[in-house]
C-alpha cells in the first residue's frame, strides 16, 4: 500500500515539473531572425557579400583592395 502511494506521489511529481517546463518554454520569447542584408556582386570575381563588408570604387563593388586596385590597371 505505501509502495502505491510513493508511486502516485512520484508520477504526480513528475507530470508537475514536466508541465512547468513546457509552460516555462512557451513564455521564452521566440528567437527573432537576424535582419537580412543587401547583397552586392564583386566586379572581379562575381562572389556575393553584404553590401556593408565590400569596397566601392568608381560605382562598382569589390570584395577586396586587391580586386579594386586590379580595375586600375
Excluded: F
Excluded at 508520477?11 to 515539473?17: M, Q, T, V
Amino acid at each position: 500500500m505505501l509502495g502505491k502511494i510513493l508511486l502516485l506521489v512520484l508520477a504526480l511529481w513528475l507530470i508537475l515539473n514536466l508541465l512547468r517546463q513546457y509552460r516555462r518554454s512557451l513564455d521564452q520569447p521566440a528567437q527573432s531572425q537576424p535582419e537580412s542584408q543587401d547583397m552586392v556582386r564583386c566586379a572581379v570575381c562575381k562572389v556575393h557579400l553584404p553590401k556593408d563588408e565590400c569596397i566601392r570604387k568608381n560605382g562598382a563593388y569589390y570584395c577586396c583592395t586587391e580586386h579594386s586596385h586590379r580595375t586600375e590597371s
